[in-house]
């Protein structure tokens, strides 16, 4: 458990500060508001879905740093395309930080609106952090 | 020289993204076209000529693996050099895909620098625009 709670840690801040220039710290989000979030399936020797959530705020300050957009001029496609990207960069990298050897196979990512907010299942790993841009959460859940 | 890109990615943000990159590299660019998938991009190659394609794996319909075997199975087309960009990145995925005729893999998270040296490698153009020449183009041009 400890080990994949560090390689998903590592994967959100380097995807997040590599491609989004964003720096985050932990942060115990009961009270976070995300409204919206991406999920991603992968299937290998782990089985499994990666949920990534986010604020509205960070959301458009992801579409601002990675496309160099802002204000009016970012559309919902925008966001909804850079959120699921993210969720598709922060699972192969933490499956690669997992096990550099193993072939993974990755959905496509889906984008979810979240207007009644996020509700905790029975998680193998949760992250969340504040950045000065937004919240951020993640979500790991294995089948067997 | 300028040089023709085809960029294949279903992700709208990560082919302007990395349009962006090639544009301000100093890689002159004469052309730049965009496919969201293995299928859109044949469609573009069976019009025009590129010099060099990036492509993602991950993508709905035709994927990139896909892409790469149809790209080999043409004798025209097997010529384009092929550069993988993805977020898969395991050591046996990256072996298959240069096995299969790809010529360099670079994987998301990228940083633009990274993606600017890996062009330079594969296609042999310098910051200045200069062309420095590759295997192909040893063979085929005296520019």
Request: aromatic share 0%; charged share 25%; net charge negative.
């Given at each position: 458990m400890k080990e994949m709670n560090e390689a998903m840690r590592a994967a959100i801040f380097d995807v997040f500060e590599r491609m989004y220039y964003v720096f985050f710290e932990p942060f115990h989000d009961e009270y976070a508001e995300y409204t919206m979030g991406s999920s991603i399936k992968f299937d290998g020797p782990l089985r499994g879905e990666l949920m990534i959530l986010v604020s509205e705020e960070l959301a458009k300050v992801m579409v601002q740093n990675l496309l160099g957009i802002e204000g009016e001029d970012i559309k919902e496609q925008d966001i909804e395309d850079c959120v699921k990207e993210a969720a598709n960069m922060i699972c192969g990298d933490f499956l690669s930080r997992l096990d550099q050897t193993k072939v993974f196979d990755l959905s496509i990512p889906l984008f979810i609106r979240l207007p009644g907010g996020f509700r905790e299942g029975n998680r193998a790993c949760r992250l969340s952090f504040d950045s000065e841009n937004g919240m951020f959460g993640a979500t790991l859940s294995l089948t067997e | 020289m300028s040089f023709n890109v085809l960029i294949v990615d279903d992700s709208h943000s990560m082919r302007s993204v990395i349009k962006k990159i090639i544009a301000i590299s100093g890689f002159k660019m004469d052309q730049c076209y965009e496919a969201g998938n293995g299928k859109q991009a044949l469609e573009i190659l069976s019009k025009t000529w590129v010099d060099v394609i990036l492509s993602d794996l991950?993508?709905?319909?035709?994927n990139g693996m896909e892409l790469l075997s149809a790209l080999k199975g043409d004798n025209l087309l097997q010529e384009i050099p092929v550069i993988i960009v993805s977020t898969e990145g395991s050591d046996e995925r990256r072996n298959l895909v240069l096995k299969m005729g790809a010529k360099q893999f670079i994987k998301k998270p990228f940083s633009p620098e990274h993606v600017r040296k890996i062009l330079y490698e594969v296609i042999?153009?310098?910051?200045?625009?200069?062309y420095e020449g590759n295997e192909r183009g040893d063979e085929s041009s005296d520019f």
């Open positions: - | 991950n993508m709905p319909e035709m042999g153009v310098g910051d200045d625009g200069t």
